[in-house]
């Protein structure tokens, strides 16, 4: 039955697109939403974006330095902070990064801290609900075993997100998607203008202040302290 119905989506929505060619379609989107000349992407080594120019990279990973990329920092994102000053890039890209990291809001902080004021943010994750994850969730019992590498830490959906974003500073101006992509008959539609559909989600945002501060409440001994964090 899928090797019949698999021609005639063929024919009607196109062929499959290779891997190479739907991460070239997303950095190329990811470019076009860049703003200013000083612009630095964090998690860059898996895929170097090439079409941004003269932009800084972060990653964890040794890598060669991309030939458009004016220099690249090694850091671990888990534990340090970004190697510079306050207030010196126009546009921050983090490209599926922060799913993997242990403190995903001390990424946002820095990155608030060193973006210019109405700089903006564009960063991607994937969606949690889109509908073959919803699916395998229902059906199977246990996720199959990951490498390391793979594992996501954390998912958010759109409306938490967007809500982690405003905390920490950032004003969601526009969401993009990537591809909706169903296995069992390897059909992928466009869904750049429908990103509750999509397996991956793209977050427009604009710095507008500063993240929020919490207050703990610590117990010293005998009485109780209030620490801002």
Known sequence: MIKKIKPIFTKAWGKKI?????????LKLMS????????LDVGFATNPNPFLK???GVDIQKVPKPENYKKIYRLNLNKDKLPFKNNSFDTIIAGDVIEHLENPYLLLKECNRVLRHNGKLIITTPNPVYFWVVIKSIFCKMPKK???QEVHLYNWTIFEMVNLLKHAGFKCLKLWGTIIR??????????VKVPALSTIIIYECQKVGEPAKYTAIKDS???????TI
Do not use: H
């Not at 891997?19 to 379609?25: L, P, V």
């Not at 001994?221 to 620490?227: A, D, E, Q, V």
């Open 18 to 26: 290779s891997s190479i060619d739907k991460m070239m379609k997303k």
């Open 32 to 39: 076009t939403l860049v703003k200013g000349r000083d612009i």
């Open 54 to 56: 003269d932009a800084i």
């Open 146 to 148: 990951e490498s390391l």
């Open 182 to 191: 169903i296995p069992l008959i390897m059909l992928e539609i466009s869904t």
């Open 221 to 227: 001994g005998k009485k109780l302290r209030k620490i």
